[in-house]
């Protein structure tokens, strides 16, 4: 099963994130836009992995400090569109954590450097320059989510387990 590690949106995070997509489709932005319920941030991708259980011993063990998440900067990797958040410490240094927890565990994981972010648009094209207005929205973060993601006629679905 196709695994990794996520902190999944609140509601109010969600809300703010799709009327920012909403904007760019008005813009002429086009793309595959995330769906509302996908919106997630990836902490750690595993791929096909078939233990999942071994996964929540090490996300149990490695403790999540409640931290703010708030939405700041824009970005993008090659075509793909994201938002950005506040530069947090408490993350990065949990990532860190989570990481090498998982590679003590022989628990394999895309070893990419960690950029916190949020995906909103894949395959980006627009005819014309667009503006990314990203609203102020935050959240308290208080766990890190085991997610399996599957193809369901012809979506991506993502479960928390």
Same mark, same amino acid.
């Given at each position: 099963?196709? @695994?990794?590690?996520?902190?999944? @949106?609140? &509601?109010?995070?969600?809300?703010?994130? *799709?009327?920012?997509?909403?904007?760019?489709?008005?813009?002429?932005?086009?793309?595959?836009? *995330?769906?509302?319920?996908? /919106?997630?941030?990836?902490?750690?991708? @595993?791929?096909?992995?078939? &233990?999942?259980?071994?996964?929540?011993?090490?996300?149990?063990?490695? %403790?999540?400090?409640?931290?703010?998440?708030? /939405? +700041?900067?824009?970005? #993008?990797?090659? #075509?793909?569109?994201?938002?950005?958040?506040?530069? #947090?410490?408490?993350?990065?240094?949990? *990532?860190?954590?989570?990481?090498?927890?998982?590679?003590?565990?022989?628990? %394999?994981?895309?070893?990419?450097?960690?950029?916190?972010?949020?995906?909103?648009?894949?395959?980006?094209?627009?005819? !014309?320059?667009?503006?990314?207005?990203?609203?102020?929205? &935050?959240?308290?973060?208080?766990?890190?989510?085991?997610?399996? +993601?599957?193809?369901? #006629?012809? !979506?991506?679905?993502y479960k928390e387990l």
């Open positions: 099963m196709r @695994l990794f590690i996520a902190i999944r @949106l609140s &509601d109010e995070m969600k809300k703010a994130l *799709v009327t920012c997509m909403h904007d760019l489709k008005k813009q002429g932005v086009e793309g595959n836009y *995330v769906p509302a319920q996908n /919106l997630h941030m990836t902490l750690a991708f @595993l791929g096909e992995y078939d &233990d999942p259980a071994k996964v929540k011993d090490v996300i149990r063990k490695v %403790p999540l400090p409640e931290f703010r998440l708030s /939405l +700041s900067e824009k970005g #993008n990797f090659g #075509n793909i569109l994201w938002a950005g958040v506040k530069g #947090n410490q408490k993350l990065k240094t949990y *990532v860190k954590d989570l990481r090498a927890a998982l590679a003590e565990e022989g628990i %394999p994981f895309d070893r990419e450097k960690f950029v916190p972010h949020i995906t909103l648009i894949r395959k980006v094209s627009a005819k !014309k320059p667009y503006q990314v207005h990203l609203p102020k929205a &935050d959240m308290t973060v208080k766990k890190a989510s085991l997610m399996r +993601s599957e193809q369901k #006629n012809g !979506k991506m679905v």
